[in-house]
């Protein structure tokens, strides 16, 4: 084996050791944090209860012609959360739409931080024409108001929850651009990312190398804050009636309970039970990403 090569394989043990000493130091941190504790373990409930969806309640339990229970029936031991107008258990409802509430933040995350990311790094790096032009369209995305943006979109593209993904991702990822470019400006100016120049390193090879390593704790603590706000955006275009009419979501209940006039009836327990829902996990993915945020960044420390 040549020198080369062996000072190469020397170097990738030394890196595997220090993120392996990074991510020990990181998880005990985080056992340290207890907000973070407390919202993740409410993250872990809410992922099993929808993972463990069709084991608690059966498929035909949304269905409305299979509902057997009396309309707007208060909380009993046979329904703890009560029925909705159709007579349909509305603890069912929420179990079951923990699935699609969370599974729609997680995808549209993932699209926005991969698109945010993206055009962060890529207006931060280039200079001239292409990355003014990537700056300018961040600025326009983040003038026209979310909202307006994300019920326009879903109207014209239909009513799925695929749709609902992609127009929630497609919206969300101008604030992560704005902050990634920052970082990435920061990181530009370091003495290394010269060196790389001087060496020969390309664009990709700088983007890829060198920028993304430095700005993926920034991208990690803004990824939990994120989904979160996807959550929201679920829920308030399911309330719009913009989502798919044939999935139950968080959204989707309080829209149909709305609309059932759940409010005029007294019946309380159709509204608090889902609003509750996105009111825990939206917390505990702030908790998460609070505690996360104060880890990596430790100038970000709180008391």
Not at 265 to 271: N, P, S
Request: net charge positive; hydrophobic share 50%.
């Amino acid at each position: 084996m040549s020198t080369e090569t062996t000072a190469r394989v020397a170097g990738r043990a030394v890196a595997r050791a220090r993120r392996r000493a990074s991510m020990k130091r990181f998880f005990a941190q985080f056992a340290s944090n207890r907000s973070g504790l407390l919202g993740l373990a409410i993250l872990i409930f809410f992922a099993l209860v929808a993972i463990l969806a069709p084991l608690l309640f059966p498929r035909s339990a949304l269905e409305v012609t299979q509902a057997t229970g009396e309309p707007f029936s208060p909380p009993s031991l046979e329904y703890p959360l009560g029925t909705d107008d159709t007579g349909r258990s509305v603890l069912a409802l929420v179990v079951w739409g923990a699935r699609v509430s969370l599974t729609v933040g997680l995808a549209a995350t993932v699209i926005a931080m991969v698109i945010g990311t993206s055009v962060g790094i890529a207006s931060g790096h280039y200079r001239g024409l292409f990355g003014g032009t990537l700056d300018r369209v961040t600025d326009w995305f983040l003038v026209i108001p979310y909202l307006p943006l994300a019920i326009v979109l879903a109207t014209v593209l239909g009513k799925s929850t695929l749709n609902i993904i992609i127009v929630i991702g497609v919206t969300s990822w101008p604030s992560t651009a704005r902050l990634i470019r920052a970082q990435t400006l920061a990181i530009e100016s370091r003495p290394y990312l010269e060196r790389a120049k001087a060496l020969g390193g390309g664009n990709v090879h700088q983007m890829t190398k060198h920028v993304l390593p430095n700005v993926m704790p920034l991208v990690l603590a803004n990824t939990t804050l994120a989904v979160s706000l996807c959550i929201l955006a679920e829920t308030t275009l399911s309330f719009l009636g913009l989502s798919d009419p044939l999935t139950v979501s968080w959204g989707s209940i309080l829209e149909e309970g709305f609309a059932s006039g759940a409010i005029s009836q007294d019946a309380w327990w159709v509204l608090a039970p889902p609003g509750l829902c996105v009111v825990l996990v939206v917390l505990a993915f702030n908790l998460v990403g609070r505690a996360t945020e104060d880890i990596l960044d430790p100038r970000l420390e709180r008391a």
